[in-house]
T-cell receptor
Framework: KAGVTQTPRYLIKTRGQQVTLSCSPI?????VSWYQQTPGQGLQFLFE???????NKGNFPGRFSGRQFSNSRSEMNVSTLELGDSALYLC?????????????FGSGTRLTVV | DQQVKQNSPSLSVQEGRISILNCDYT??????FLWYKKYPAEGPTFLIS?????DKNEDGRFTVFLNKSAKHLSLHIVPSQPGDSAVYFC??????????FGTGTSLTVIP
């Protein structure tokens, strides 16, 4: 079965712009989580959606937002981009909210802010 | 504040020998721990997990040990193979189902 699909793979944006990243989870998975990966910081949790509702949120400013659609696909939006937002953004899906069987990650979207 | 720490950024091991990757955490409320493996240009892949009610979980060549009193987690790979060369992340589940990841350890298995 298809894995977690993230689009686009690469993005270059200018400071002040906004960006939308997309994630299609594994078929049947209802939980979608977003992570930011930067060198030296590891993976930082952004938020988790389950059944179109945000169930959990990490410590990121309000410029970072997301949503989940009825087909479980999710989008993440970052407004007023800053240079420090340059990172690999990973989406992960899970069958359940508890994540007891681990999450399946996509390959990520590499965002560069210039 | 990093609640899950992997203090060794890198590790090199000879093929056939044991690889031991370590992880420390600060929050005693963490109840579930996972290890992920990540190859370049790919997302992390779930490897093995352990509940806080256990102290060991084994899956083939991979064994995870949990020492709750020391708040320490380790992953043992025996025997190590060149294909194991990757970045390994440990993760811990806190309240509200939020997962906290370490910064990763890059393992190189030398043939």
């Amino acid at each position: 079965k298809a894995g977690v699909t993230q689009t686009p793979r690469y993005l270059i944006k200018t400071r002040g712009q906004q960006v939308t990243l997309s994630c299609s989870p594994i078929s049947g998975h209802r939980s979608v989580s977003w992570y930011q990966q930067t060198p030296g910081q590891g993976l930082q949790f952004l938020f988790e959606y389950f059944s179109e509702t945000q169930r959990n949120k990490g410590n990121f400013p309000g410029r970072f937002s997301g949503r989940q659609f009825s087909n479980s696909r999710s989008e993440m939006n970052v407004s007023t981009l800053e240079l420090g937002d340059s990172a690999l953004y990973l989406c992960a899906s899970s069958l359940t909210l508890q994540g007891a069987y681990g999450y399946t990650f996509g390959s990520g979207t590499r965002l560069t802010v210039v | 504040d990093q609640q899950v720490k992997q203090n060794s950024p890198s590790l090199s091991v000879q093929e056939g020998r044991i690889s031991i990757l370590n992880c420390d955490y600060t929050n005693s409320m963490f109840d579930y721990f996972l290890w992920y493996k990540k190859y370049p240009a790919e997302g992390p892949t779930f490897l093995i997990s352990i509940s806080s009610i256990k102290d060991k979980n084994e899956d083939g060549r991979f064994t995870v040990f949990l020492n709750k009193s020391a708040k320490h987690l380790s992953l043992h790979i025996v025997p190590s193979q060149p294909g194991d060369s990757a970045v390994y992340f440990c993760a811990a589940r806190g309240t509200g189902n939020q997962f906290y990841f370490g910064t990763g350890t890059s393992l190189t298995v030398i043939p």
